[in-house]
């Protein structure tokens, strides 16, 4: 009897434990996403709070030796940090804004500048082609010829489309300046009113949660927090180096609009299994064989030496940044692209850090310690019959 009512409670509470679990799932794929859209002013301007408390703390510490008032110390405090970093947002808004604008506009101009010179290049393209007609089977001939149009239209589509997407983009920025400035507003009033009262906030909710599930969400956070952070500080860490190496080739080239280049870059380099080399090598193809062989080469090394340097880095950097292996990550990355795409390649490095994290966090060894249990007692109901 004994026996029977522990493999009841045991069942019980491997379901409930399963029912939590896919509420849990459903609440991440359903409900976050619309929490986090609702209300992504406010949890950035906590994320940005939470990070920047130590700091008011250390210095309202500091200034309550020189016997100034606590409160009237801390709001200062938390006012000047909050106009510190409004002043250092915008500003670091309007360069990036007004350097892309400024070099894709160039770029536009540029390319419709110049012409004649792509079509020329264009133009050696199609006779080099047609030179191989004696050695090419007729199909992959057309194949060629199709693809040399279809770039050229792309290109002077590109060029006219670019200038004015980009003006279009413009106005339809200041259009929706209201409602960036109430979202703005709203980001940088929660950002003083939450670092004016972070301790007290946070004690509060700490006075009103389970001891027990306190230490086992304060466990949870710790881990996740740690392996996430690692995460985007890798991603981050690499697109700097992506960055700073593709601003300093081209410059060292000289290369015109090298900014908006290395820029563009770095953003390809974070998308997995696809990296700079993807855009760079095929670049360096069409150059070479519009004739301009030193630009071509150039480009080529720069796509092969960057990937070698890469694929070197980023072991260690993502080693040591989250303690996920290499192997593990390529099977983030591949179950998420069979998941959902490329957003899955981003995400599901990050969800593998999490699930270790989770793992690693001790909470679900009860979970597992009934797992082993109920594997024991079905072998030995096998084996007994």
Same mark, same amino acid.
């Given at each position: 009897m004994h026996t029977s009512s522990s493999n009841i409670k045991l069942f019980k509470r491997l379901l409930v434990r399963l029912i939590l679990t896919i509420l849990l799932i459903l609440a991440v794929f359903y409900l976050l996403p619309k929490v986090i859209? +609702?209300?992504?002013?406010? #949890?950035?301007? $906590? @994320? &940005?709070? =939470?990070?920047?408390?130590?700091?008011?703390?250390?210095?309202?510490?500091?200034?309550?030796?020189?016997?100034?008032?606590?409160?009237?110390?801390?709001?200062?405090?938390?006012?000047?940090?909050?106009?510190?970093? +409004?002043?250092?947002?915008? #500003?670091?808004? $309007? @360069? &990036?804004? =007004?350097?892309?604008?400024?070099?894709?506009?160039?770029?536009?101009?540029?390319?419709?500048?110049?012409?004649?010179?792509?079509?020329?290049?264009?133009?050696?393209?199609?006779?080099?082609?047609?030179?191989?007609?004696?050695?090419?089977?007729?199909?992959?001939?057309? @194949?060629?010829?199709?693809?040399?149009?279809?770039?050229?239209?792309?290109?002077?589509?590109?060029?006219?489309?670019?200038?004015?997407?980009?003006?279009?983009?413009?106005?339809?920025?200041?259009?929706?300046?209201?409602?960036?400035?109430?979202?703005?507003?709203?980001?940088?009033?929660? @950002?003083?009113?939450?670092?004016?009262?972070?301790?007290?906030?946070?004690?509060?909710?700490?006075?009103r949660i389970d001891r027990q599930l306190l230490n086992s969400l304060s466990l949870l956070k710790n881990s996740a927090l740690k392996g996430v952070i690692g995460y985007i500080k890798t991603q981050f860490i690499l697109a700097g180096i992506a960055f700073v190496f593709m601003f300093l080739a081209f410059t060292i080239y000289q290369h015109p609009y090298s900014f908006i280049i290395a820029l563009a870059l770095a953003i390809v380099d974070i998308i997995p299994l696809l990296g700079t080399i993807a855009v760079l090598v095929p670049w360096g193809a069409i150059e070479l064989i519009g004739g301009d062989t030193t630009k071509g080469v150039f480009l080529i090394l720069l796509g092969v030496i960057f990937f070698v340097f890469r694929r070197l880095t980023e072991p260690k950097v993502m080693g040591k940044q989250t303690g996920l292996l290499p192997l593990l990550a390529l099977i983030g990355i591949y179950a998420g692209i069979q998941f959902s795409g490329l957003w899955g390649a981003l995400l599901g490095p990050l969800v593998m850090i999490l699930a270790i994290s989770v793992f690693n966090s001790g909470i679900l060894d009860n979970t597992i310690a009934d797992l082993k249990e109920v594997y024991h007692k079905t072998a030995w109901l096998l084996a007994r019959n």
């Open positions: 859209h +609702l209300l992504f002013p406010i #949890l950035l301007a $906590y @994320l &940005v709070a =939470a990070m920047v408390n130590p700091l008011v703390n250390k210095i309202n510490h500091w200034l309550s030796k020189t016997k100034f008032n606590y409160s009237f110390s801390r709001n200062i405090i938390t006012l000047l940090l909050t106009l510190i970093i +409004l002043i250092i947002i915008s #500003l670091v808004i $309007y @360069l &990036v804004t =007004a350097k892309i604008i400024q070099e894709i506009i160039g770029l536009a101009l540029n390319i419709q500048d110049n012409w004649s010179n792509i079509v020329s290049a264009f133009e050696k393209l199609e006779s080099w082609i047609g030179k191989q007609v004696v050695i090419l089977p007729g199909p992959a001939v057309e @194949l060629l010829e199709n693809f040399t149009e279809s770039i050229l239209n792309f290109i002077q589509n590109f060029s006219s489309n670019l200038l004015t997407h980009t003006v279009s983009s413009t106005g339809w920025i200041i259009s929706r300046t209201g409602t960036f400035s109430l979202n703005f507003i709203t980001f940088f009033l929660a @950002l003083y009113f939450l670092m004016s009262d972070f301790n007290m906030i946070r004690g509060f909710v700490i006075q």
